[in-house]
């Protein structure tokens, strides 16, 4: 089964600031990578499916990038509603295997 | 209005049953894969099982293999959980969710999971 990890598993930053999350699987996913957000008390959103596909209404600052078993999320202007925790999952065959998460605070 | 409503959840003593429903509406509910993910207080999120557009195809994480069971009627686009032999392990806000997408041309639309319910709650507990 494809392991996946994050790094940072946390982070704090300003609001503006860049920020990058990083996710590696341990076997090759082609590009069959998603980026969920968790805001706190919500239900998860699909923010990236296909490694860099922005899904409908998700704001332009987030953007996704990578192949293989390495990608990254970026929020390149992080604004006060970013406040989530953000989920990496391969999805091209089961089992769907979510990241641990990274909890981003402002 | 395109929705996923689960239900079903309670507390419930380990080694009992419970089984969680989930309705869809407002898409072609055939068309599509559904999955259950589970999210245990204060954890990251655990994918548990996907089915596929027909039923005929059923997956299961390694933690719930042997003692849940997915199935999906598509006549009625409900999406089921029967989950038997419960452990505290289980207990979690279980949410459903849509998975891939079948153009009925012999080919697969792969966009992760673009539709979460609520969730329900279940509580394994003495």
């Known amino acids: 089964d494809i392991q996946m990890t994050q790094s940072p598993s946390s982070l704090s930053a300003s609001v503006g600031d860049r920020v990058t999350i990083t996710c590696r699987a341990s076997?090759?996913?082609?590009?069959?990578l998603a980026w969920y957000q968790q805001q706190p008390g919500k239900v998860p959103k699909l923010l990236i499916y296909a490694g860099s596909t922005l899904q409908s209404g998700v704001p332009s600052r987030f953007s996704g990038s990578g192949s293989g078993t390495v990608f990254t999320l970026t929020i390149s202007s992080l604004q006060p509603e970013d406040v989530a925790t953000y989920y990496c999952?391969?999805?091209?065959?089961?089992?769907?295997?979510f990241g641990p998460g990274t909890k981003v605070d402002i | 209005q395109v929705q996923l409503v689960e239900s079903g959840g309670g507390v419930v003593q380990p080694g009992r049953s419970l089984r969680l429903s989930c309705a869809a509406s407002?898409?072609?509910?055939?068309?599509?894969?559904m999955n259950w993910v589970r999210q245990a207080p204060g954890r990251g999120l655990e994918w548990v099982a996907v089915?596929?557009?027909?039923?005929?195809?059923?997956y299961y994480a390694d933690s719930v293999k042997g003692r849940f069971t997915i199935s999906k009627d598509n006549s009625a686009s409900m999406l089921y959980l029967q989950m038997n032999s419960l452990r505290g392990e289980d207990t979690a806000l279980y949410y459903c969710?849509?998975?891939?997408?079948?153009?009925?041309?012999?080919?697969?639309?792969?966009?992760?999971?673009?539709?979460w319910g609520q969730g329900t709650t279940v509580t394994v507990s003495s």
């Open positions: 089915i596929s557009y027909d039923g005929k195809n059923k």
């Open positions: 076997q090759v996913l082609t590009n069959y």
């Open positions: 969710a849509r998975g891939d997408y079948y153009n009925g041309r012999g080919s697969y639309e792969l966009h992760g999971f673009d539709m």
């Open positions: 407002g898409f072609p509910f055939s068309t599509y894969a």
């Open positions: 999952q391969g999805y091209y065959s089961a089992p769907f295997t």
